[in-house]
């Protein structure tokens, strides 16, 4: 009777452990880990809700506070299963996935604008995308250039607590940097007060500051830009719906990004997220 008693007991000290493995493999199989840019945070948790209700067995996390870099980043070291991208695979990251011979899905979830902003003194309404892009690189530095007046332009712009626009303005439609001489702020709302204040100022904000915010609504001293693709192109004035129908210009890409190696899940959650797409709120 005792050795039964011993048997049994070590069966289950062999059990138990197998079980929990099993439950944990199967919780992991059902977990996906989102990280990446901080814009894109917002609409993907409300799909997260949404895929939920379809599939209430799966758990996922997404992190706010991100980086498009590190959330690449995340995705090739095995951290994280999907990344938010509002711009291009940087460089270091692309370089460094094909170094562990990883291959990186990059699936087009939608599309957000970039509006550009000046002094409402300066009376110019339109602008092209080639001369944003001279303008801000500093290669036109006075407004007569453009069709103004005879002022200097100071260039105002970003620093890293945005860094996804400031990665997609300098590496996807500039292909340079901003010039040297431009004045760095941090947020969004600081930028459209020293547009605002400082004659002879240009800048930009994302769409949802001209649709939604009242900083540039209800700030008399901002012009907002319409753009065209060129000279001989009717400009667009900046709007969700121009966004949506892809007439403005100025176009800026959210990406989902996952690794050949994600689970099936991921995969799902992945082609739900593209299906739903960017949304007309955002």
């Not at 339109?126 to 530095?141: A, R, W």
Request: proline share 5%; hydrophobic share 45%; aromatic share 8%.
């Amino acid at each position: 009777m005792k050795k039964l008693i011993v048997f049994l007991a070590i069966t289950v000290l062999l059990i138990v452990p197998s079980v929990s493995l099993l439950a944990q493999t199967q919780g992991q199989e059902n977990f996906i880990r989102v990280t990446g840019a901080n814009s894109m945070s917002s609409r993907v948790k409300d799909l997260v809700d949404l895929f939920k209700k379809a599939d209430p067995s799966v758990t996922i996390e997404v992190v706010t506070g991100g980086f498009v870099d590190s959330g690449i980043l995340a995705v090739i070291n095995g951290e994280a299963d999907l990344a938010m991208a509002s711009c291009t695979i940087p460089e270091k990251e692309d370089n460094l996935a094909v170094t562990k011979g990883l291959k990186l899905f990059v699936r087009p979830m939608g599309f957000g604008g970039i509006a550009i902003i000046a002094n409402s003194s300066e009376g110019v309404q339109n602008l092209t995308l080639d001369e944003i892009k001279n303008i801000f690189t500093g290669q036109i530095t006075n407004w007569k250039q453009v069709g103004g007046s005879d002022k200097p332009i100071k260039v105002i712009r970003t620093g890293d607590n945005h860094p996804g626009t400031l990665f997609f303005l300098q590496n996807d439609f500039m292909h340079a940097p901003f010039t040297s001489q431009a004045t760095v702020v941090s947020t969004f709302p600081e930028l459209v007060a020293s547009v605002a204040g400082t004659i002879g100022s240009i800048g930009y904000v994302r769409i949802r500051e001209i649709t939604e915010s009242p900083i540039v609504k209800n700030n008399p001293g901002v012009q907002v830009i319409s753009v065209g693709r060129a000279k001989a192109t009717l400009p667009v004035y900046p709007s969700r719906e121009a966004v949506a129908d892809r007439t403005y210009p100025l176009l800026r890409p959210y990406y989902i990004v996952y690794s050949e190696k994600a689970k099936k899940v991921v995969v799902g959650f992945a082609d739900f997220l593209v299906s739903q797409g960017w949304g007309p709120s955002w």
